[in-house]
C-alpha cells in the first residue's frame, strides 16, 4: 500500500469518528441499555481518533507538517485533547521511555490502582504543566494551545445549544472517562507494565493476535511502533504474532520479554 493510500485511509478514519462522536449526541437513548451502547460506542470512537492522532504526531497523515498539525488537531476535538500536548510530549516518550521525570507519559503510572482513571482523564491536560516546568513551552505553542481549547469550546457550545446540557453532560463525561481508561490504562499503561529501562525491546510490549490489532487500529504494536516508528499503523499489521496456546487464550495477552541487552 502506497504512503497517499495510507494517508487517505486514515484521513477517512478521522473524518468518521469524530461525526459519528460528535454527531451521536443528537440521538437520545430511550433506554439504560441503549445508553450503556451509546457511551460505549462514543468511547470508542474518541480513542480511534487519538490513535490517529498519534500518527499525526509521527507524520504520517500528509507530506508537511501543517498538514499533520491540521489532521492531529481534527482527530482530537471529539475526545475535547488539544493536538499540540500530544505532538510535543510524543517523541520525548519515544526518547526517554519509562524514565521518570524524562518521559511525559510516566505521570500515567499509579502509585494504587484507584488512581488509574483519574491519571487516564488529566493526562493530556498535564502535558502543558509538564513541559512548561522543564521550559518547553513558547509564547507561540501558548497561542496554539488557547486556539486549539477554543476550537473545542466552539464546537462544544454549539452541541449545547442544540442538545441541552443533560445531553452533553451525561454523553460526554462517562465517555471521556472511559475512552481515557481505555487508551492510557490498556494501551498505555499495559503496554509499558514493568516500566524497564533496559533494552529497547524490554521497554514496551505487544499485544497478541489481530484482533488486538485491528480493534485498536495498531496501536496494540507498541514494541514494535517504538523499534520502528516511521511504520505506520497499516505496516505495523506484518509484525502482529498469534499469542501460544495456552489456558484463556481468548484474552488479551501481552508479549512481555526479559530485560535483554540491545
Known amino acids: 500500500m502506497t504512503c497517499q493510500q495510507t494517508q487517505l485511509i486514515s484521513r477517512a478514519v478521522i473524518c468518521a469518528s469524530g461525526l459519528l462522536a460528535i454527531g451521536s449526541l443528537f440521538l437520545h437513548p430511550a433506554s439504560f441499555n441503549q445508553s450503556i451502547v451509546d457511551v460505549v460506542a462514543r468511547s470508542y470512537l474518541m480513542f480511534v481518533g487519538t490513535v490517529m492522532a498519534h500518527e499525526a504526531s509521527h507524520g504520517h497523515l500528509g507530506r508537511s507538517k501543517a498538514a499533520n498539525y491540521w489532521w492531529g488537531r481534527l482527530a482530537l476535538v471529539a475526545s475535547m485533547t488539544p493536538y499540540i500536548g500530544f505532538r510535543k510530549t510524543h517523541h520525548l516518550h519515544h526518547t526517554h521511555t519509562n524514565i521518570p521525570e524524562k518521559d511525559p507519559d510516566h505521570f500515567v503510572k499509579p502509585r494504587n490502582p484507584l488512581e488509574i482513571p483519574l491519571r487516564a482523564a488529566l493526562m493530556p491536560h498535564q502535558w502543558f504543566f509538564w513541559l512548561r516546568k522543564r521550559g518547553h513551552i513558547s509564547k507561540g505553542d501558548?497561542?496554539?494551545?488557547?486556539?486549539?481549547?477554543?476550537?473545542?469550546?466552539?464546537?462544544?457550545?454549539?452541541?449545547?445549544?442544540?442538545?441541552?446540557?443533560?445531553?452533553?453532560?451525561?454523553?460526554?463525561?462517562?465517555?471521556?472517562?472511559?475512552?481515557?481508561?481505555?487508551?492510557?490504562?490498556?494501551?498505555?499503561?499495559?503496554?509499558?507494565?514493568?516500566?524497564?529501562?533496559?533494552?529497547?525491546?524490554?521497554?514496551?510490549?505487544?499485544?497478541?493476535?489481530?484482533?488486538?490489532?485491528?480493534?485498536?487500529?495498531?496501536?496494540?504494536?507498541?514494541?514494535?511502533?517504538?523499534?520502528?516508528?516511521?511504520?505506520?499503523?497499516?505496516?505495523?499489521r506484518s509484525h502482529v504474532r498469534q499469542a501460544p496456546s495456552e489456558p484463556r487464550r481468548w484474552l488479551p495477552r501481552r508479549d512481555v520479554r526479559p530485560e535483554v541487552s540491545a
Open 142 to 236: 501558548v497561542r496554539e494551545l488557547v486556539w486549539n481549547y477554543l476550537l473545542i469550546g466552539v464546537v462544544y457550545s454549539a452541541l449545547l445549544a442544540f442538545v441541552g446540557p443533560a445531553r452533553l453532560l451525561g454523553g460526554m463525561a462517562p465517555a471521556l472517562i472511559a475512552e481515557s481508561t481505555l487508551l492510557w490504562y490498556v494501551f498505555a499503561l499495559k503496554t509499558h507494565e514493568g516500566f524497564s529501562t533496559a533494552s529497547p525491546a524490554s521497554r514496551s510490549h505487544n499485544y497478541y493476535g489481530r484482533l488486538m490489532y485491528w480493534f485498536s487500529f495498531g496501536l496494540s504494536m507498541h514494541r514494535a511502533h517504538h523499534l520502528e516508528p516511521q511504520l505506520t499503523w497499516l505496516d505495523l
